[in-house]
Every structure is written in structure tokens, then in C-alpha cells.
């Protein structure tokens, strides 16, 4: 069971953060559930404790992997995303050979999708390119 990414994998979540004031976490995390990467924006106190962080990502992961089985018809996951009261949460499979996949939470302010589309998803292909 590899955990290898090809990228700097706590690089990429940096530059995410960076991306826009209103993205509040990016991790990265295996198709078994290990986080090898994640940051907080600065100054932010998390909503979840380490526990339910770890939880909530085995949560993710399972349901991607559900998402994959109606991947022929469908086509593949561009990225799966929630609204809380509190936050707005989005997994985003990286396509990278490992299959792992980008955990991103945002202000519920912000503007996820045009973030989603148009900075997270080609910075994550760009540096995952082969």
C-alpha cells in the first residue's frame, strides 16, 4: 500500500490556501484514508477536533469511492461538495496514479465553484501532470 504523491504534497495545499482568503483548509489524503498533507489558513480555529477531522475523512474517502461505480455512465467526478451551516466543504479526486484525493473547506461566502473550476482543479492538474 503506497502513500507515494507526485507532487510536494504540502506545497500544493500552501498554494491553495494562498489562492484565496476564503479557503480555510486543504489536505490531501490517500485512497485509504492517510492524510500525508493538510494546512489551516492562519489564525483560523478548526470546527472539528483531530478525531473527527480523521472521521471525516474515511467519510470522504468511502463516498468518492461510491462515486466511482457510476463513473462509466455519468462520466468521471469533476469534484463532490457540501453546504453546512458553518462552512462549505469539497472533495476533489486528484487523477494523480495514487488516486488520492484534495479535501478543500471554504467560508460560506465564497465563491467555491469558480474557485473549484477556475484556480484549485488546474493547479492540481498542473502539478500532477506527468
Given amino acids: 500500500m503506497s502513500t507515494k504523491i507526485p507532487v510536494n504534497a504540502a506545497r500544493l495545499c500552501g498554494e491553495i490556501l494562498d489562492l484565496d482568503e476564503g479557503i480555510r483548509f486543504a489536505g490531501i489524503a490517500t485512497k485509504f484514508g492517510k492524510v500525508v498533507a493538510s494546512i489551516y489558513r492562519e489564525g483560523l480555529d478548526p470546527l472539528?477536533?483531530?478525531?473527527?477531522?480523521?472521521?471525516?475523512?474515511?467519510?470522504?474517502?468511502?463516498?468518492?469511492?461510491?462515486?466511482?461505480?457510476?463513473?462509466?455512465?455519468?462520466?468521471?467526478?469533476?469534484?463532490?461538495?457540501?453546504?453546512?451551516?458553518?462552512?462549505?466543504?469539497?472533495?476533489?479526486?486528484?487523477?494523480?496514479?495514487?488516486?488520492?484525493?484534495?479535501?478543500?473547506?471554504?467560508?460560506?461566502?465564497?465563491?467555491?465553484?469558480?474557485?473549484?473550476?477556475?484556480?484549485i482543479i488546474p493547479l492540481v492538474r498542473e502539478q500532477t501532470a506527468p
Fill in 48 to 119: 472539528l477536533t483531530r478525531q473527527e477531522s480523521e472521521l471525516s475523512v474515511t467519510q470522504s474517502i468511502i463516498r468518492m469511492g461510491t462515486r466511482q461505480t457510476l463513473e462509466q455512465k455519468l462520466g468521471k467526478t469533476v469534484y463532490a461538495f457540501a453546504m453546512y451551516e458553518k462552512v462549505k466543504r469539497a472533495t476533489i479526486p486528484m487523477r494523480d496514479p495514487e488516486s488520492h484525493i484534495l479535501m478543500v473547506s471554504f467560508d460560506n461566502r465564497s465563491d467555491h465553484e469558480r474557485l473549484i473550476l477556475e484556480k
